[in-house]
């Protein structure tokens, strides 16, 4: 519909919607994330959730405790190797639709950490990540940034078509392999389904 | 607290057959540590213990280092006939020191109010004869962190009570703190390589150029 039309109407106190706009206004305004935290981000991710941030302002301040009632999972903070199949797992048992925000350097990449024995090189090597962001740890800000670039993702979700939200399209994947534990590393090391690597810019 | 050299000579004094060796510390902390044999290490340990005069009660910390295989140079004056003459000339000796395991403990009193006094122990090599005695019948704190060193380093800890992994997975099979461990080759993307990282992202492009 003409954005103009409707902005007139709006002035007449008539308001004229999508089902797709309800929709997506619908859920993009009610994120209930995973109580789940990892390290050391988990303590920004909590400070943005209490009252000097209020995460609440977004809707999001229904922290679940388990997967099956939560929409977001936001990995805050290292994820060891050891951790990471049980990391998967909990993706995995979250009802659709079901988002992931990686939250610090080491949820993005492995951080610090990146060269060491233990830890996993970035969350996204086994599932899919909506928005990253770098810091370490990342300010309150920038968990709130985060989260409303999720929802202007969400709102534009189309609900019909070939580019339809992942949820609506049963054809989709909605779990993705757990790793196995391995005699040197997880096995496989990444999902190349989801993860390929990017190519260098400089070689 | 009394010195080293005392508190050896008493250990030795108290513990028949018990042999002490002082283990030089060259760094500016110059913090000497009592090299200790296995097979009276459990009986040394609750000497500190329960000594009226050390009372080393806490066991603060266990730790293990590495000492790979490695070859010694050393540089001898030996007298040779050189044209006809005995002069002296300098020679460098290479010896090859056998590699070996180590755990550190380092250990104080609570009730004395001093420390540290730090234990070494020795394994004899770093494959198949990796293994100490466990002090932790001595120090009940030392159970984890053994377990520590027996997951990072491979040390087995003899007398353990629950001698398992505890960082890693039980399924690895690799000790990552030694200084031979080579991690696995995930160098597919590496942003801002440099030196050692750069090196193994190199190897790893050419690797998969190859294939």
């Known amino acids: ?203 | 607290m009394e010195t080293l050299e005392e508190i050896k000579t008493r250990v030795e004094a108290g513990i028949p057959g018990a042999r002490l060796h002082i283990f030089a510390n060259e760094s500016p902390s110059a913090q000497r540590s009592l090299l200790v044999g296995n097979s009276h290490a459990l009986s040394v340990a609750k000497f500190l213990r329960d000594d009226p005069h050390l009372r080393l009660d806490y066991c603060s910390n266990v730790t293990g280092v590495d000492w790979p295989e490695s070859e010694l140079t050393e540089k001898v004056k030996v007298k040779k006939l050189v044209d006809g003459e005995e002069k002296e000339v300098e020679e460098t000796k290479k010896t090859v020191r056998p590699g070996f395991l180590e755990v550190v403990y380092h250990l104080y009193s609570i009730e004395k109010r001093h420390g540290p006094v730090i234990l070494r122990l020795r394994t004899e090599n770093r494959t198949d004869k990796a293994s100490v005695p466990s002090l932790t019948p001595i120090w009940r704190g030392a159970e984890f962190q053994e377990r520590e060193a027996f997951d990072l380093y491979g040390i087995v800890f003899d007398g353990h009570p629950d001698l398992r992994r505890i960082l890693m997975w039980d399924e690895f099979k690799d000790f990552p703190m030694r200084k031979d461990y080579v991690e696995p080759d995930d160098y597919e993307y590496e942003p801002t390589p440099h030196d050692e990282v750069l090196e193994r992202a190199q190897e790893h492009q050419a690797q998969a150029a190859g294939s």
């Not at chain 1, 935290?37 to 302002?57: F, K, N, P, V, Y």
């Not at chain 1, 996204?124 to 670039?149: N, S």
């Not at chain 1, 196995?180 to 190519?199: I, R, S």
Request: some cysteine; hydrophobic content about 40%.
């Open chain 1, 1 to 203: 519909m003409d954005e103009g039309l409707k902005s007139e109407l709006q002035k007449q106190g008539i308001f004229v919607t999508s089902l797709e706009e309800l929709y997506n206004w619908g859920r993009k305004n009610s994120l209930w994330p995973l109580s789940f935290g990892l390290a050391c981000c988990a303590i920004e991710m909590i400070a943005a959730s209490m009252s000097r941030w209020d995460l609440a302002r977004f809707g999001a301040e229904v922290f679940r405790p388990s997967p099956r009632q939560a929409d977001l999972m936001i990995v805050a903070g290292t994820v060891t190797k050891k951790m990471a199949p049980q990391v998967v797992r909990l993706y995995n048992q979250m009802g659709e639709p079901k988002y992931v925000i990686a939250m610090g350097a080491c949820a993005i990449s492995g951080g610090p950490f990146k060269q060491g024995y233990n830890v996993l090189k970035g969350i996204d090597r086994y599932i899919p990540v909506d928005v990253h962001i770098p810091g370490c740890p990342p300010r309150p800000e920038a968990l709130l940034h985060a989260f409303i670039t999720l929802q202007q993702k969400i709102a534009a979700q189309e609900l019909t078509g070939p580019g339809r939200a992942r949820h609506l399209d049963a054809g989709a994947p909605g779990e993705y392999p757990v790793p196995q534990f391995g005699e040197h590393d997880l096995l496989p090391p990444k999902n190349p389904d989801v993860w390929q690597p990017p190519v260098p810019a400089h070689t």
